[in-house]
């Protein structure tokens, strides 16, 4: 099926460095979700993201919504070893059964 | 809100037995989806219902799958004659299907592995 473009694929940074991951896609989208999973864990909602040029913050992560609506970014400030895990965009597009199409996800690893 | 829950958490069984997985969604939400997962890759999308209506079915949905949610609350995910390619975990997940900001919500799965 069809999927994002999402990069990195990982990532291996020092505590306290900031990280940056985006997803593109040859589409629109009307939503774009970003989700981390832990390893034997389902996906957790991080950032819900619904208008072209939204930029939303969450703690330490911040997400923005493109302004062409096929990109989205995720930044995550001053990292900490929790932080460690793989980080997934999704994006949906207009319609009405809200299916998400996925990121091959990137995997963060935090060196304490 | 106690989230999605999913049961059992782990399945290992025979090839060419049947399985069967339990999801419980947020009770608020209208929507459940059905999807799987395996290593390096994102969940792939297998099927939704609005209440008690089955409304998609991906083709990776063969013959051997069925979904049922009978009442509009809990759902049932059953794999019949298991095969070894079917291992992976199954993810549900649900929604509040007529808002437009009701991102989905995941459980913690159920990883089946199929010897």
């Known amino acids: 099926g069809q999927q994002l473009n999402q990069s990195p694929q990982s990532m291996f940074i020092q505590e306290g460095e900031d990280v940056s991951m985006n997803c593109t896609s040859s589409?629109?989208?009307?939503?774009w979700l970003w989700y981390k999973q832990e390893p034997g864990e389902g996906p957790v909602l991080l950032i819900a993201l619904y208008k072209a040029g939204e930029l939303t913050s969450n703690g330490r992560l911040t997400a923005q919504f493109g302004i062409t609506r096929k990109d989205s970014f995720l930044n995550i400030s001053a990292s900490i070893p929790s932080d460690v895990g793989i980080y997934f965009c999704a994006g949906q597009r207009a319609g009405n059964n809200r299916k998400l199409i996925w990121g091959l996800g990137t995997s963060l690893a935090v060196n304490p | 809100d106690t989230g999605v829950s999913q049961d059992p958490r782990h399945k290992i069984t025979k090839r060419g037995q049947n399985v069967t997985f339990r999801c419980d969604p947020i009770s608020e939400h209208n929507r459940l989806y059905w999807y799987r997962q395996t290593l390096g890759q994102g969940p792939e999308f297998l099927t939704y219902?609005?209440?008690?209506?089955?409304?998609?079915k991906s083709r990776l949905l063969s013959d051997r799958f069925s979904a049922e949610r009978p009442k509009g609350s809990f759902s049932t995910l059953e794999i019949q004659r298991t095969e070894q390619g079917d291992s992976a975990m199954y993810l549900c997940a649900s929604s509040y299907g007529t808002a437009y900001n009701s991102p989905l919500h995941f459980g913690n799965g159920t990883r089946l592995t199929v010897t």
């Open positions: 219902f609005q209440n008690e209506a089955q409304l998609e």
């Open positions: 589409s629109i989208f009307n939503t």
